[in-house]
């Protein structure tokens, strides 16, 4: 049982470039979301899908756009990246978006794309 | 809105010791509370968690209380072990928000033998 993959691990772009991450989940988890960790600034979320068929911004969206292809995958893509997006991204599932008591709670991540922007 | 206040790291034990790391929250509603730990290299994985008020949170010898009149979840472990170094992350969820975690900024543990 794979759980989260994200893909790629590791990235170095040129200030402009434009790149997606790709991540898919197989546990049939409904919810997914796109974070990114700084030092010293632990998780901020960037955008999430409650369901397939949807997507919203989460606290950092600006320089980003997301795309949720299927129950399974859920892409973030830097269009024109930025020194500033240079951070670890983390793609996480959880398997409800509503009730504050459901199993919505507990995300599982993936394991982590490092991207560098020069 | 919603906040949590870690406390600052790094912590550096030796082996045996007792952990204790600190974590307050502010939230609307009543929040869920979380901790979450990050092995060197790894995603982030939950460790344990509480949904109200006096719930103990417990796994791998790790605990932590949900104290609603402190606003906080201390997460304690009587005696830590090298396996136990990584960063360590309290989260909470409230009850008015359906999808977002807000997260610590991390303490990062190292257990010396």
Known sequence: ?118 | GDSVTQMEGPVTLSEEAFLTINCTYTATGYPSLFWYVQYPGEGLQLLLKATKADDKGSNKGFEATYRKETTSFHLEKGSVQVSDSAVYFCALRSGGSNYKLTFGKGTLLTVNP
């Open chain 1, 1 to 118: 049982n794979a759980g989260v993959t994200q893909t790629p691990k590791f990235q170095v772009l040129k200030t402009g470039q434009s790149m997606t991450l790709q991540c898919a989940q197989d546990m049939n988890h409904n919810s997914m979301y796109w974070y990114r960790q700084d030092p010293g600034m632990g998780l901020r979320l960037i955008y999430y899908s409650a369901s397939e068929g949807t997507t919203d911004k989460g606290e950092v969206p600006n320089g980003y756009n997301v795309s949720r292809l299927n129950k399974r995958e859920f892409s973030l893509r830097l269009e024109s990246a930025a020194p500033s997006q240079t951070s670890v991204y983390f793609c996480a599932s959880s398997e409800r978006g509503t009730g504050y008591r459901s199993g919505a709670n507990v995300l599982t991540f993936g394991a982590g794309s490092r991207l560098t922007v020069l």
